[in-house]
């Protein structure tokens, strides 16, 4: 059986999630699972797991790109050790990898490697950079979004709502709203 697995980093990548729904249902795959969540965040990629307990040996995991299931060769690995410990495969559509085979499993390998290698060195050059503007007083970070609602938050306050509330309407982090109440204080 094709088990396929589709992920999207945001809420607001919806076609991305549909495109990767639409390729995993053209190859063939039976059962799907996706999820909306980054993937730096592997303790709350549920349907992943989900779907890693669901296959069965001679399954094969599907994904239409390597780095819709993993963003680092460890991670990679671990979740290659799951499938084959179950007698499944893994398939990236992109790629044409199917780790069934000796070949299939040497590509994944080393093409995950190279990520890996791309992956951090786009990091570097983006620390570099902020470090450049911050040094030339360009960068001045991301605007604080919570403390521009203070108001808003003290208003509330006010009015008798709780922090969890308050929170939500507002669109910030109750721990933000804590900070506010606390620093009124």
Known sequence: ???????TS???QKAGIEAQVRDLQAAGCERLFQEQVSSVDVANREQLAIALD???EGDALVVTKLDRLARSVAHLMTILDALKAKGASLRILNMGIDTSTPTG???LTVLSGVA???RDIMLERQREGIAKAKAE????GRKPTAQAKA???MALKTQGVGASEIAKRLGIGRASVYRIL???A
């Open 1 to 7: 059986m094709l088990i396929g697995y589709a992920r």
């Open 10 to 12: 945001t809420l607001d």
């Open 54 to 56: 669901f296959i069965r």
């Open 105 to 107: 499993k040497l590509m």
């Open 116 to 118: 890996e290698f791309e």
């Open 137 to 140: 007083g360009k960068y001045k």
């Open 151 to 153: 108001e808003d938050v």
């Open 182 to 184: 606390g620093a009124d």
